[in-house]
Each structure stands twice: as structure tokens, then as C-alpha cells.
């Protein structure tokens, strides 16, 4: 049994991820049918080590029905089997993600990892470093299904770029790689979508919160999180009052 959260949320991302790329690559399935067989395969092999290593902890997954029990536990698994589940069923796609994080009260997430099976890499808060990578323009990740309206003006008053991607923990972890500089959305997410990310984002030194610059809440009766902002620390203050003027 392994006695370190951040170390378990990390052991179990991977385990995860091994799975889902195993079921990819041999399980003749694409599309949507790959992406129900890997969220259900991934949920219960979360949900099957979770109760052996923190069997007196409550979860909340997208992919399990919800229990009014977590709202009075001290601590709470917040975990995404599959994020991204679109990309994950499209062959050559690698931004799709494994998110698993603990939520403690009165602490909020307190350990969190985000796996990247495609990318061969697992993302810790108690390990995770950001990087910096100077380019000659800023890069703004956003979704590339549902981009929100106030992304354009807000990368044009930084002369930045918008970059479309799956996944917010691939997103997410583009920018602790540095190979991006925010992430912006709105538009709708669930507390899966952001937990593990957040947590690991903001182990690593970066800013995370709404883009009110409010703090994200976890373990809520009602599990949904509107907007997220993740960025260089250097950048906040600037896209805050940017995303404000452009709303």
C-alpha cells in the first residue's frame, strides 16, 4: 500500500494510462466506442485501487454516479479516467489525459497527478516543475471544440497566438512544459476537468483560479466549474484585466 498521496494519485495515472494505451492499440475499437471502453476500463481500475489503498476515502469520478456521502468526508478522490475522450478515440492524437487528485477539507487539493500516456510522462504535484521557454509570441491554448468568445480579443491585446487543443489537462501541462504560456476557458467544465490539473499547476508555481480571479472550489454540491484560467504567474494581473475588459 502506498502510504503517499501524491505518490499514489501519480502510480495510479500511470496505471491508468498503461491501460487506456494497451486498450488502444489492441482492442480493434476507434471513435466513440474506444472512448466508452477506455473511460469505463480507466474508472474501474481507479475505483478498484482506490478502495484497496484509501478504503475510508469517498470519490467523485465522471464516469460513477455521485453520493451525497463525499459532501461530508474529510477527504474526496477527484478523478477524470479519460479526459478527452474525443482525442483519445482518434488515431495520432496524443492530448488526452489520466487526472486523479485528492481534495482534503479545509486544505482543498492537496495531491494530483496528471498522466499523459500518449507523451510517455506522469505529472506530480510533489515532483512537478514548471518551465520557462522564451518565444518570440505567446502562445494561448484553448479548446478546440468549444474556444470561448473572449479568447480572440484577449490574445490580440497580448499580440498572442491561439492554439487549439484537447483535453485541459493537456493543456494544462503544455503549460507547465512551457511550451505554452496560459490556458484559457469558459464555456462549462466539472470539477474532474480541472482538479488534478490545478493541482498539479499550482505545485509546479503557476496561477490558477476563475477568470474573475476567484478561487476554484472543490468538493460542491453541484460539481461544475464554469471557467478556469491557468498561466505564467508573470502573465495574471495582465490576462485578468484582459479577459474582464473582452466579457
Known sequence: MISHDARLAADLAGQAGDLLLTLRQASGLAGK????????????LLLRELAENRPGDAVLSEESADSPARLTADRVWIIDPLDGTREYGMSGRDDWAVHVALWERGAGITAAAVAQPALDIVYASDTVRAAVRPRPQLRFLVSDSRPPEWAEPVAASFGARLVPMGSAGAKAMAVVRGDADAYLHGGGQWEWDSAAPVGVVKAAGLHASRIDGSRLEYNSAHPYLPDLLICRRDLTVRLLKAISAAN
Open 33 to 44: 466506442d474506444l472512448g466508452k471502453r477506455g473511460d469505463a476500463a480507466s474508472n474501474s
